[in-house]
Each structure stands twice: as structure tokens, then as C-alpha cells.
């Protein structure tokens, strides 16, 4: 089993930054993709940002130019730095990662239990 937590989450004023943290722990071989989503009140859970246990990295068009996602193998660690932020960016983030178990048996994929983002004047 795979345990994310993330942290970071809180109250922002329109253009400030926050900068979110996932840490994976438990019983695995190797974590290969992670990822951060986002889910709104009465919106579908959609995708904010990944990056490959190699570095590539992919965002949404909504969150480009104003998020950078970047993750630290050693630490299991994933970040999302997010400036400019605006109140639409105003939701639960998720982090996600697939995670390939002891022996390499199998890849699962593990959903943190999220972090909220406000933002508002």
C-alpha cells in the first residue's frame, strides 16, 4: 500500500502563490507518474498537472505559464508551485501517483485525500 499526503493547502488573495507538497510513503518499489488534479465545488475532478518519474512534464491549458510541477525521486516528493493564482483556481487538490509494487508485481495507482485552495479576496 501507497499513502499520499499532501500539504500546503490555504487562504490566498488573488495573485498570490502557494506551493503544494505530496509525500508517498508505505511499501513499494519505484513511483513512477505523479500528478496533481482538482476538484471544484459541483465541478468533475480534472487534471491540473503530472510529471513522469523522468521529469516530463504536461499541464492543463488553464493552470500553463502560471503552475510548475516538479517532484524530488530521493524524497518520493512531488510539488506543485502555483502563482498568479485567481479565485477559479479555487478548489481540493489531489495528488496521484502510480506506484509499482514490491518485486515490481504490479502498478497501482493511489489518490491523496486532498488539500483545499482558496482563493478570494
Known amino acids: 500500500q501507497v499513502q499520499l499526503v499532501e500539504s500546503g493547502g490555504g487562504l490566498v488573495q488573488p495573485g498570490g502563490s502557494l506551493r503544494l507538497s505530496c509525500a508517498a510513503s508505505g511499501r513499494f518499489s519505484k513511483i513512477n507518474a505523479m500528478g496533481w488534479y482538482r476538484q471544484a465545488p459541483g465541478e468533475q475532478r480534472e487534471l491540473v498537472a503530472t510529471?513522469?518519474?523522468?521529469?516530463?512534464?504536461h499541464y492543463a491549458d488553464s493552470v500553463k505559464g502560471r503552475f510548475t510541477i516538479s517532484r524530488d525521486n530521493a524524497k518520493n516528493t512531488v510539488y506543485l508551485q502555483m502563482n498568479s493564482l485567481k479565485p477559479e483556481d479555487t478548489a481540493v487538490y489531489y495528488c496521484n501517483a502510480d506506484a509499482a509494487s514490491v518485486g515490481y508485481a504490479s502498478i497501482n495507482n493511489y489518490w491523496g485525500k486532498g488539500t483545499l485552495v482558496t482563493v478570494t479576496v
Open positions: 510529471i513522469t518519474s523522468s521529469g516530463f512534464t
